[in-house]
């Protein structure tokens, strides 16, 4: 029987390609060691993993800990989103945008140290989150970046093949995209005002940074209580080639095809484009994306 005190964490053991896996009883103990006790929750598949998640949350935690990449701290997130139970980042993943973002340290064992101080000390930290909202209602949560531009078609092909394993299937998706690559008409509001446009790119930030540390939004801030949003009009092949590599140092926005807004509120539409969010699939667009300032209590 859980507590009000307990602590629980969601671990991804193939996360970063199964790197940290053998950190993961260093971790509790570091977690513990405030005395609080510790439960790692016996998660099979996504799905399952949020269901634990949220019944931990229900039965009055003390905090939830997501140890893994962005994607194991968005299934993380929608338990714990908008609730009283603080929450913390072990990075472990491949990608770890959001704890890059907010400051987490990059070692495993440092950031759940970071955790338990922060539990000994009552010291939290507010960070704003996005909701989403899909055409059928359903409502999910992000921290980092939603792509619903050619980066999400990509991620929807990757998604579909079976071969290759590994990154190499990425790459492969990318080839494959890039070569029937086309603009598309977007229907974008930002704030209730029309900024329509066609073009290959949309992406909307809560943090900075997608896929490891390419800088799509690169002046959003978790902190700001807004959302960043980043499109780019008709880009031929060449020209998203050569824009790719500036994605790492975030000048791709000084280009004049590429255009930055900050806003409260987004609605975005498109024809065959299927949003994802902090890597992990959504729904097909329409979407609606808020952003909820303070919605999760941060550990550190």
């Given at each position: 029987m859980s507590g009000r005190d307990d602590i629980a964490v969601l671990a991804n053991p193939q996360a970063g390609r199964g790197r940290h896996r053998g950190l993961l009883s260093g971790i509790v103990d570091r977690l513990g060691a405030g005395g609080r006790p510790v439960r790692v929750l016996d998660a099979r598949t996504a799905e399952d993993a949020e269901k634990l998640c949220h019944r931990a949350v229900a039965e009055g935690v003390t905090a939830l800990v997501a140890v893994g990449g962005d994607g194991t701290l968005h299934r993380a997130l929608q338990a714990v989103a908008g609730t009283p139970a603080g929450f913390g980042v072990v990075p472990a993943g491949t990608g770890n945008d959001f704890a890059a973002a907010v400051g987490v340290p990059s070692d495993p064992l440092q950031a759940a140290e970071a955790i338990a101080a922060a539990l000994r000390a009552g010291r939290d930290r507010a960070v704003d989150l996005a909701r989403v909202t899909t055409a059928a209602g359903d409502v999910r949560w992000f921290a980092a970046v939603l792509a619903a531009g050619f980066d999400a078609v990509v991620n929807e092909r990757a998604n579909r093949m079976r071969w290759p394993r590994g990154p190499r299937r990425y790459d492969l998706?990318?080839?494959?995209?890039?070569?029937?690559l086309r603009a598309r008409p977007y229907t974008l509001e930002i704030d209730g005002a029309d900024h329509s446009f066609t073009g290959v790119l949309v992406a909307v930030g809560n943090c900075?940074?997608?896929?490891?540390?390419?800088?799509?939004?690169?002046?959003?801030?978790?902190?700001d209580g807004l959302l960043d949003v980043v499109i780019a009009g008709r880009l031929g092949r060449g020209a998203l080639v050569r824009l790719k590599p500036r994605l790492r140092r975030g000048t791709h926005v000084s280009d004049p095809r590429v255009h930055s807004f900050r806003a409260r509120r987004v609605r975005i539409d498109a024809p065959g484009?299927?949003?994802?969010?902090?890597?992990?699939?959504?729904?097909?667009?329409?979407?609606?994306?808020?952003?909820?300032?303070?919605a999760v209590r941060l550990l550190l």
């Open positions: 998706a990318i080839m494959l995209e890039m070569a029937r900075p940074s997608y896929g490891g540390g390419m800088r799509i939004c690169p002046d959003a801030d978790p902190g484009i299927v949003g994802y969010a902090d890597g992990e699939r959504i729904a097909a667009l329409p979407l609606d994306v808020g952003c909820e300032p303070g």
